[in-house]
């Protein structure tokens, strides 16, 4: 909220974990909107807390595991996919190191180098191997080759996050059979939280966030509930 300069590294925010902690807060929301569903339809339904509780925590490691799993895949996929684009760049750069050093050229001229500086740059740069791709893979490829993201860690990240969110809403039916106010109260609490946190990574105002959060989850638990009860009457 104080208007003091920002660093460097503030206005430019490349922090690496910074996706991590974005995946995070964004999983934990994930997980407080569903449970929360979860628990009040299910609430809505039974008198007592035995299936409420089974339920959440089943909808828990379901869904933690689905999006460790999901996160993993498209993470490993886009990882192979990029290992893949670099194999052929690095074997076209050493069978065709003077196309390769034009082509290079070209791509720096076209941001803005004059041609000799262009030119220049190139033949220094293709002196090594190594040098000669990672440039092709950022100008050429648009890849930053030091960060092609882990799959493994995506997948930790987001099952740990996907739990902490989804444990909200369940943790009041531990102490209590008649938890859905509290469990509803803890819940939004923590949507407000989140999403005023979320406006960290969307630049938006922290108000807006949370008011934002609250409202998906109010709607994610009326729908649940007005489900609920209509199970629950009709069996
Ligand atoms: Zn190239």
Redesign the pocket.
């Known amino acids: 909220m104080t208007a003091s300069t920002p660093t460097y590294e503030d206005a430019h925010g490349e922090d690496p974990s910074s996706g991590i902690l974005r995946a995070s807060v964004f999983g934990a929301s994930d997980g407080l909107v569903s449970n929360l569903g979860v628990v009040v339809g299910v609430g809505a339904a039974s008198a007592s807390s035995g299936p409420v509780l089974v339920a959440g925590i089943a909808a828990l490691v379901a869904g933690a595991f689905s999006m460790a799993a999901g996160e993993y895949v498209s993470m490993r996929t886009q990882r192979e996919v990029l290992e893949r684009e670099l194999a052929v ?1 690095s074997d ?2 050493a069978e065709h190191p003077g196309e ?1 050093e034009a ?2 050229a070209e ?1 720096l001229a076209d941001n803005g180098l004059d041609s000799a500086t262009a030119r220049h740059v190139a033949a220094e740069v293709h002196r090594e191997q190594d040098a ?1 791709l990672e440039f ?1 893979a950022r ?3 648009g890849i930053d080759p030091s960060s092609l993201g882990s799959p493994l860690g995506a997948a930790a990240g987001s099952f740990l996050a996907f739990v902490a969110g989804a444990a909200v809403p369940v943790v009041p039916y531990l102490f209590s059979a008649a938890a859905m106010l509290w469990a509803i109260v803890v819940s939004m609490v923590g949507l407000a939280g989140l999403g005023a946190w979320m406006t960290r990574f969307t630049g938006q105002r922290w108000w807006f966030g949370a008011g934002r959060q609250l409202v998906i989850g109010a709607l994610a638990a009326a729908v649940t509930y007005g489900i609920g009860t209509a199970v629950g009457t009709a069996v």
């Open positions: 760049e076209h750069i390769e082509h290079l791509l000669a092709h100008f050429e490829l």
